[in-house]
């Protein structure tokens, strides 16, 4: 994991009214790469050439220097106002320019073109744990430190130094050097020191799972605390979970552009559209005749909401008489989500393409955590056995399964299963286990075609989350009158 490195921008104490607490316009981060080594000389030279040389000699230079090397944007015109109070997410593929953005907004980096303006007068950036930190010194000397480059008075920065203790949990090893810590131990003191300098804004770079789970769910807490109390916060990770909760809007980077701005469910949706592993760079939502692909198939609108294709390396086995082509996910109002809250349905539509005559078949649906364990299958015969049904070849049969998300809140990923089950297995109306497992055929299959997120339901009565543990189960509880 990386450290926390801790950086700084000071203001004038005041707030200036009607200003937003951030401000971009026209943000810009460009670098520039070089093909061969003698591009780099002969670009500096170049670049030499002062404003006030004749303008042949400067129009000379620029045109030389675009044809050095190639101007690649981390970051391309990024427009965003934030107010104050306001929780921000910024997600986005790997690469898209969301670490870049942040370290501009610190003041790490500086912009190649537009304004990054931030009216605090105290910004702590969680960017690289314990970069900051002197190895040579105590962890007590590094916290105080830290606290004078953040501009906290010598006061403040002495009455914050038993929180920081307390809540990184290395009392003992406080007046230490640093060099003798752990990297976890580094890690929670840099955090600790961060959370307690009373910022303005709080930019958070993937730094909120340190330590060992306790330690992380200490911060999560202490974050919803500073959310609680009105801290801006700006948070940039993979965790969509995170981002649903502490986020009340989201910035979508991709490409180094933004996307979409907007309430955080919504992009995260977006979010989901843009990191199919399957999907190509500005290919359509559905697949139509005409593809390359030998999976394609014409989509009628009398069919619904258009399905995502399944590319070919997610099926098997090779030569399988059927096919998986095409899915999509839909909440309770039949719209495409990848975000469902506890005890709310999920539907899955997928279509299969037959290419042999095939007897007694069935789907399933195969859940897996996001470690990859398997949690949980369900096949069609399991609710109905007159399910089973025959396909013929040329055939585009089309399934609907729903679920409801009786889950812990986190992400899980969905497989598709279609298997045939010969009718001697079927005894009196009845398939047992054992026959089941002796004699089904595997027809087809496809893995982690789509990931989904549960989370918790901040309206359901009670608590919003319903229950403790992975799945939830049906309970009753009652009370009897007092016992004398």
Request: charged share 20%; with cysteine; hydrophobic share 40%.
């Amino acid at each position: 994991m990386s450290s926390l490195s801790l950086n700084s921008l000071t203001q004038p104490a005041q707030d200036i009214a009607g200003q937003p607490l951030i401000a971009l316009q026209a943000l810009s981060k460009s670098y520039r790469l070089w093909h061969r080594p003698y591009e780099r000389l002969f670009y500096g030279i170049w670049n030499q050439v002062p404003a006030f040389a004749p303008g042949w000699l400067r129009r000379t230079a620029n045109y030389q220097k675009a044809h050095l090397g190639e101007e690649v944007f981390a970051l391309s015109e990024v427009t965003l106002s934030i107010r104050r109070g306001e929780s921000v997410g910024i997600i986005g593929r790997n690469g898209s320019g969301k670490s870049t953005l942040l370290q501009l907004i610190a003041g790490v980096l500086q912009p190649t073109s537009g304004s990054a303006k931030v009216n605090a007068r105290r910004v702590t950036a969680l960017l690289e744990l314990g970069s900051g930190f002197d190895p040579n010194f105590t962890g007590r000397q590094n916290v105080l430190l830290h606290g004078s480059l953040l501009g906290l008075s010598e006061e403040e920065n002495m009455a914050r130094l038993d929180e920081v203790v307390s809540f990184s949990e290395i009392d003992h090893c406080f007046d230490w050097p640093v060099k003798t810590y752990s990297s976890g131990m580094a890690v929670r003191l840099a955090f600790a020191s961060s959370i307690t300098a009373q910022p303005d804004l709080l930019i958070v770079d993937e730094a909120l799972a340190v330590g060992d789970i306790f330690f992380q769910q200490k911060c999560f807490q202490k974050i919803r605390e500073l959310v609680n109390k009105g801290l801006t916060i700006l948070l940039v990770s993979h965790d969509m979970r995170s981002i649903s909760e502490f986020c009340e809007n989201t910035l979508l980077l991709h490409q180094g552009e933004s996307v979409f701005f907007g309430p955080s469910n919504e992009a995260i949706n977006h979010y989901y559209s843009l990191t199919k592993t399957y999907s190509r760079e500005g290919g359509p939502v559905g697949y139509s005749v005409g593809a390359k692909s030998e999976n394609s198939l014409a989509l009628r609108p009398d069919l619904g909401p258009a399905l995502e294709p399944i590319p070919e390396e997610k099926c098997g086995p090779i030569g399988a008489p059927a096919s998986f082509v095409g899915f999509a996910l839909l909440d309770e109002g039949g719209k495409p989500s990848r975000m469902v809250r506890q005890r709310s349905w999920l539907t899955i539509l997928f279509d299969v393409k037959v290419l042999a005559d095939l007897e007694n078949v069935s789907p399933g649906i195969m859940l897996r955590d996001d470690r990859g364990a398997f949690l949980q299958g369900k096949y069609h015969f399991q609710t109905d056995l007159s399910s089973l049904r025959s396909c013929r070849a040329g055939e585009v049969v089309r399934w609907s399964a729903s679920l409801r998300a009786d889950l812990s809140a986190g992400q899980y990923t969905i497989s598709l299963d279609l298997v045939r089950v010969p009718t001697y297995a079927i005894r009196n109306g009845k398939l047992s286990f054992a026959d089941f497992e002796q004699s089904y055929e595997r027809i087809s299959a496809a893995a982690s075609i789509a990931a989904f997120h549960v989370i918790f339901d901040p309206n359901r009565a009670g608590s919003e989350f319903s229950h403790f543990g992975l799945f939830d189960l049906p309970y009753q509880f009652s009370a009897t009158e007092p016992i004398k």
